[in-house]
Structure formats: C-alpha cells, structure tokens
C-alpha cells in the first residue's frame, strides 16, 4: 500500500484554531511537509484535527510536539478519533527536551533579585544532587569491595590507560612551563633585592603545595571530564544504558565505579609527575638565567623546604580526582535524547569540575593555614 502525502491546514474562526493533519506522517513522508509545517506558528487553544491523519509513527510525533511545544500547547484537545495520535504524543513529548522559553527584556531590580534567587536555588539543589550521587557511587565501592570478583578490572585499567597515561604528556608538558614561568618572576622580583637564591624555595613551595596538584585537577577536568560525560551521555542516548538494564547490569557498577576509582589511584601519579616537571622548569630557569648549579638546587631545595608540603599537594589529588569523575559520570547520566543535551552536560561538566577544583584548593588552603602547616 503506497504512503498517503502529509498534509495540513490551520483554520481560524470566531470560536476556535483547528489545525487538521492529514495524509500519514511517517519518517519516509515528513521531508513533504517538515520545512512549512515548522513554520506556522500555533495558538494557544488550538484544536488538533485527527480524523482524517493516517499513519503515525515517532517521527512524526515528534515533529507534531515540536511545534505543540512551541506554541505553549500541552496537553493538546484533539477532535475527531485516531488510534494512536494521543498515545504516540504523550510518549514522545515525555522524552523529548523541553524547549526552552523565550529570552525576556530585564526588569530591573525585581528581575535581578529573581535571577539571584533562582541561580542560589538552583546552586544548592545541585550540590545537594552531587552530594547525593557521591553517596551512592561509595556505596556502590563498598558493596564491590565486598565482593571482589565483581571489580571490572579490565575497565579500570583501561580507564587508568586513558585518562591517566595518556594526560601524562601535557601534565607534564604544561607543568614543566609553569614552573619557568614561576622562576622567571621570581628571579625578576626579587632581583631588586638581591635574593635570587630564594628562587628555588618560591619555585619548592609554589610547585610542591599548589601548582603541581592544581594544574593536573585542571587538565583532567578539560580532557577527562569531558571525555567521560560525552561516553556515558553518548550510551544514555542510544539507549545502551537501558539495555545495560535491561541485562540486569548496574550502571553504577558497570560505568561510574570503573571510573571513580581509576581517577582515585591515576590522580596523585599525574600531581607526582606534575610537580617533577614544573621543579625541572625552574631549575633550568636557574641555571641559565641564575646560574644556580642544579646540584645546588636541588639540595637547596630539600634542606629549604619542608617535606610536609609535599604532601600537602599529594593530599588534594585524590580529591580532586574524586571530583572530577563524579561530576562527569552524573552529568553524562544526566544526559537527555538529543545531542543539544549531550553539549549541554559536557559544557556544564567541564564547569562545575574546574569551578569545584578551585573552590576545595582554597578550602585546602584554609585548613592548612589553620593547621599551621
């Protein structure tokens, strides 16, 4: 039987907008109608006229709720009878993303305070989710830790291969000019005083305590982060998590767990590495610039500063990477049926991982200052 060409026809009377679709609407008839169909703008109380559409299938209901969405019309009124209009409309519209509403002029104070308001609610209601997710992906470690044997060990290495050995390269790269960078202003400064050998103690606190641990945090929130969500937002929208499901697979334990804890055990390795770089940086900076012998460096290094700083870096890097694989893996669960959704949770992702990491280093920094170290 050959398809029926789509069509419709908006009316408009006294009483009331129908709009009547006829012809089938199927994904191998839309490309008939689809460019007029989504320029009509619809009323607020359109009637939907059924009686004479034919074949409908998800393609077509979607197009359909498209436009009843951009018209602000939800649920529709139907007129006339349709064996699967209604069901097929509601079923696409309760997975489809909401459009979102249309930019508004401000208002002056009033619409300052309620932005203010909405972005606090809307801060803390996420924090409260995080938090929320960070308590159940422990769970989850605990109750494997329990049962060994269900430790997806091939993944976890993978994800250590991935997101750990193949950073180490630009870790290392960026680190390494960070550090000269560092000693260069510090040689600069300081030179007015005569004190260029303080270079190497501003280049061991500096690398050891902050820049080593800070720039990993935020490398891995800029490539692994993202990398993570666009994975797992990628399987949320061809439905493999479903199917993970389905199967009687847990995501948590099949997709977060490996991740978590591949970052746990990969983030103090990269800070390590990081810190080693950004030393080295400084001590060529030294040595040609300074002619400090990097024997002398070095052994000024370790009687200068203490040890304590030290692991006061390597005690953020699991933190930090604890961090930046949880807000990954939620944001890309998080993520909807539309690649719109997928660049939206990536983008938001990589945010709140490189916003969070600055937010616990001062934390970090106000506990040491208070603990004097």
Not at 7 to 15: R, V, Y
Not at 35 to 48: D, N, Q, T, Y
Not at 52 to 58: E, I, M, Q, S, Y
Not at 278 to 299: K, Q, R, Y
Request: charged share 15%; hydrophobic share 50%.
């Amino acid at each position: 039987m050959n398809p029926v060409d789509p069509g419709f026809a908006l009316e408009t009377s006294d009483e009331k907008t129908i709009l009547r679709l006829t012809g089938d609407w199927t994904v191998a008839t839309l490309q008939l109608v689809e460019r007029e169909f989504a320029e009509i703008a619809l009323p607020a109380g359109v009637v939907l006229d059924v009686s004479a559409l034919g074949h409908l299938d998800t393609a077509g209901a979607f197009l359909i709720d498209r436009q009843l969405r951009a018209g602000g019309v939800w649920p529709p009124q139907f007129e006339g009878a349709h064996n699967s209009a209604a069901s097929l409309l509601e079923q696409v519209h309760a997975v489809s993303d909401p459009v979102p509403p249309a930019p508004h002029r401000p208002l002056g104070i009033i619409d300052l305070l309620e932005r203010v308001g909405r972005g606090t609610v809307d801060m803390l209601s996420e924090l409260v989710a995080t938090l929320a997710f960070l308590g159940e992906t422990v769970a989850t470690i605990f109750r494997l830790a329990a049962q060994p044997w269900k430790f997806r060990w091939t993944s976890i290495v993978a994800v250590m291969e991935e997101a750990g050995l193949n950073a180490m390269p630009i870790v290392a790269f960026l680190s390494f000019f960070v550090g000269m960078v560092v000693a260069y202003i510090g040689a600069t400064t300081l030179r007015d005083f005569d004190l260029e050998i303080y270079t190497v103690e501003l280049i061991g606190y500096s690398m050891l305590r902050e820049f080593g641990v800070v720039l990993t945090g935020i490398v891995l929130a800029g490539r692994t982060n993202s990398s993570f969500t666009a994975q797992i937002g990628t399987m949320k929208m061809r439905q493999e998590i479903d199917a993970m499901q389905t199967l009687g697979l847990k995501p948590m334990e099949v997709l977060v767990a490996p991740r978590v804890l591949a970052m746990l055990v990969m983030t103090p390795i990269l800070a390590f590495i990081a810190t080693l770089a950004g030393i080295a940086g400084g001590v060529i900076v030294g040595w040609t610039s300074l002619d400090i012998n990097p024997g002398v460096f070095i052994e000024r290094l370790r009687t200068a500063v203490p040890l304590d700083q030290f692991w006061v870096g390597m005690t953020k890097a699991p933190v930090f990477g604890l961090v930046v694989a949880l807000i990954a893996c939620r944001q890309g669960l998080l993520t909807g049926g539309s690649v719109q959704s997928l660049g939206h949770r990536t983008t938001t992702s990589v945010v709140q991982a490189i916003f969070s990491i600055i937010v616990l280093d001062a934390l970090f920094a106000i506990f040491y200052m208070e603990l004097g170290i």
